[in-house]
T-cell receptor, first 110, second 113 residues
Framework: QKEVEQDPGPLSVPEGAIVSLNCTYS??????FMWYRQYSRKGPELLMY????GNKEDGRFTAQVDKSSKYISLFIRDSQPSDSATYLC??????????FGAGTTVTVRA | EAGVTQSPTHLIKTRGQQATLRCSPI?????VYWYQQALGLGLQFLLW???????NRGNFPPRFSGRQFPNYSSELNVNALELEDSALYLC????????????FGAGTRLSVL
């Protein structure tokens, strides 16, 4: 079993829809939870990060962490074609190395 | 403030050769992390350098090595290249105090023929 599980999709939604992404994990030592966006053949771009449990909102993006269930989510409201990318969840503990999910490929149809 | 910079953008080598990849962290930061993103394997942690020392290493063979220079830039060396080393190699650096929050460069795409 992988340390971080993420459904690779692909996920296709119409413009304006809510995109819902999630990851599960097995390592209870994880304290930092990140979401990255990666366009084709580019480096990952940090979208949001959360320390420990809770919710965080930034514009159209909302990140949620439920440590009791070992489950994290990212919601994208009012999705745009420019949101089409691969979304990666990542987590880390005291050793600072990031453990990534496989990434979910999202397409927002105009 | 400059972000993480990597060079070269692309690198083409043949089996058995050596590859050298370079990275400069975010200005003023001492940590550099290297990751490999190979097709079908996802992003995997390779190495962490901080203050000139190797601090942590992922599950990769010894032919993956590197170093960090006094200006905190870093070099990743891959010896005896194999076809499966073809991947996007990413360098990351923290921006603030929390080393867990890492920002990535654009990567070096290594192709082994």
């Amino acid at each position: 079993q992988k340390e971080v599980e993420q459904d690779p999709g692909p996920l296709s939604v119409p413009e304006g829809a809510i995109v819902s992404l999630n990851c599960t994990y097995s390592n209870s030592a994880f304290q930092y939870f990140m979401w990255y966006r990666q366009y084709s053949r580019k480096g990952p771009e940090l979208l949001m990060y959360t320390y420990s449990s809770g919710n965080k909102e930034d514009g159209r993006f909302t990140a949620q962490v439920d440590k009791s269930s070992k489950y994290i989510s990212l919601f994208i409201r009012d999705s745009q074609p420019s949101d089409s990318a691969t979304y990666l969840c990542a987590m880390s503990a005291g050793d600072y190395k990031l453990s990534f999910g496989a990434g979910t490929t999202v397409t927002v149809r105009a | 403030e400059a972000g993480v910079t990597q060079s070269p953008t692309h690198l083409i080598k043949t089996r058995g050769q050596q590859a050298t990849l370079r990275c400069s962290p975010i200005s003023g930061h001492t940590s550099v992390y290297w990751y490999q993103q190979a097709l079908g394997l996802g992003l995997q942690f390779l190495l962490w350098y901080d203050e000139g020392e190797e601090r942590n290493r992922g599950n990769f063979p010894p032919r993956f090595s590197g170093r960090q220079f006094p200006n905190y830039s870093s070099e990743l060396n891959v010896n005896a290249l194999e076809l499966e080393d073809s991947a996007l190699y990413l360098c990351a650096s923290p921006e603030g105090i929390a080393k867990n929050i890492q920002y990535f460069g654009a990567g070096t795409r290594l192709s082994v023929l």
